[in-house]
Each structure stands twice: as C-alpha cells, then as structure tokens.
C-alpha cells in the first residue's frame, strides 16, 4: 500500500468515528455519553480504538468542528451533542473531516 493510499484510508476511518461518535450520543438520554459507552458503540461498529485515541476524536469534534461539549468528570470523560451535532449526525450539516451518512443510516427524529 502506498503512502497515500494510508494516509486516504486514516482519513476515512477517523471520518467515520466522528460520525459514529455523534450517532451514538444522538441515541443517547441527554444527548450524552461517558467514555465507555461511547468506546463500547465504537468497537460494535468496528473500530476498536483505545482510550487516547477517542480523546483525540473528541478534542477534534469540539474544537474543529464545535458539534459537542466535553467534560471531564474525575477521570471519566463525558461528551454531550450540540444543535450543530445533531444535525450533523442526521445529515442536515455537512462538516469536513466528519463522514456524511448513507441514507440508510440517517436517523429518523
């Protein structure tokens, strides 16, 4: 594989947490969820990504892309959508960085 085509496929799979990441809280009471949750719906999904690995997506989807609010709560990172997430996750938004989803995936509110 060339370096090119890694660097193409890195992009879409964190494309693809980020999208994932909003879903799951979109499906969540309060429109928020710990770190273990949120780590629980990614390896279902197929990325099973560690710990520093979400903070990074996490840190990136509120200060990039400003789609939700992170807290830190002890030790236990807790992350809540925004309006501009959630209409990100549904498909009304469209943001670089942040896969758009199939129509089969759009969430039905």
């Not at 780590?39 to 099973?48: D, K, R, S, V, W």
Request: hydrophobic share 45%; proline share 4%; aromatic share 6%.
């Amino acid at each position: 594989m060339t370096d090119n085509q890694d660097q193409k496929e890195r992009s879409f799979k964190q494309a693809d947490i980020r999208l994932l990441i909003l879903q799951c809280l979109s499906r969540q009471p309060g429109y928020m969820a710990n770190q273990q949750v949120l780590l629980f719906a990614l390896n279902e999904l197929g990325h099973g990504i560690g710990h520093d690995l979400l903070y990074v997506e996490l840190a990136w989807l509120q200060q990039v892309a400003n789609v939700l609010v992170e807290r830190i709560v002890g030790e236990m990172h807790v992350a809540q959508l925004n309006n501009d997430g959630l209409d990100v996750a549904i498909g009304k938004r469209m943001i670089p960085g942040i896969r758009y989803p199939l129509p089969f995936e759009l969430i039905k509110k």
